[in-house]
């Protein structure tokens, strides 16, 4: 199935739109629901008109719906904000639309380790789901101290939106739930829900568990990628082509690849008569 094929962004596009499922308070959802009611049909827009994905949420809907199954790696989906920038052509209405969902309690947004300006998003009900399996886990080893996954969630999670936290700020919220210890705070450590910045230690950054293996796939599936269409002549491939090889250094799939690396401009894709081109992007 293309990258970019019209009877694929036909069916996700409508089944993106039909399993939405916004927050009545997030304003994203009431301006859609406004439009609905303008046009009087309430039906979904024409497949030329959101193609490129106009709209961030329906964009992010997809794109977890697209998100490679990874034996023996449980974590929920994702999706890179790099991704997003190559699909929405419009980038501040991307920046604009993931503040407000993130605002909204929608989804989170994390700083990954891949680049200064790699961000990943995830669906907040994802999230929870993805701290309630490391729990489960950990919940079978010796130790105590489990409780501050209950106040992480309930008070952090709640009232911090940032994608980060000082450690006193990340203290007094977990006190709220119980006296906190250093203890609970390396335990949230060891879970991978926090990691602490390398240029702060006194600052955390908010992560998503068990992702450690996938950033270093997505790290060397980029180098991969770019050193395969810079061994072709003219530094291109066909989309086509391209997207039946196969890659050795990533579990990440190429579509999640291709849309990563041309939102961030290492790769462009180009309309030729034979059909999409992708090429490596000029220094």
């Not at 990258?3 to 739109?17: D, G, I, P, Q, T």
């Not at 406004?34 to 329906?58: H, I, M, N, Q």
């Not at 003219?234 to 990533?250: C, D, I, N, Q, T």
């Amino acid at each position: 199935m293309s990258l970019f094929s019209l009877k694929s962004c036909s069916f996700y596009v409508a089944e993106a739109r039909r399993m939405e499922n916004i927050p009545e308070s997030s304003s994203i959802g009431t301006k859609r629901r406004r439009d609905e009611e303008e046009s009087g049909d309430g039906k979904t827009p024409s497949l030329e008109l959101d193609l490129t994905f106009s709209d961030t949420l329906v964009a992010l809907r997809i794109m977890r719906a697209h998100f490679p199954h990874i034996p023996k790696v449980s974590v929920e989906p994702f999706i890179l904000k790099s991704q997003l920038y190559s699909s929405v052509k419009n980038r501040t209405l991307v920046d604009r639309e993931l503040e407000i969902l993130r605002r909204d309690k929608v989804l989170r947004v994390f700083k990954l380790n891949t680049g200064q300006d790699d961000h990943a998003v995830m669906f907040l009900d994802d999230y929870i789901n993805q701290i309630d399996r490391v729990v489960k886990r950990i919940e079978g080893e010796k130790g105590g101290g489990n409780e501050v996954f209950g106040w992480f969630k309930t008070h952090v999670l709640n009232s911090k939106l940032e994608t980060g936290i000082e450690h006193q700020e990340l203290c007094s919220l977990l006190s709220l739930g119980g006296k906190v210890k250093d203890s609970h705070i390396s335990l949230l450590i060891k879970a991978g829900i926090i990691t602490r910045q390398l240029i702060d230690p006194n600052m955390y950054w908010f992560a998503i568990p068990s992702i450690g293996s996938l950033l270093k796939g997505l790290s060397q599936g980029r180098k991969e990628i770019i050193s395969l269409l810079n061994r072709q002549k003219y530094k291109e491939m066909m989309l086509a082509s391209l997207e039946k090889k196969r890659l050795r250094m990533s579990p990440l799939d190429m579509r999640f690849h291709l849309r990563d690396l041309i939102g961030s401009g290492h790769l462009r894709s180009d309309q030729t008569p034979t059909g999409l081109i992708i090429r490596v992007s000029k220094d």
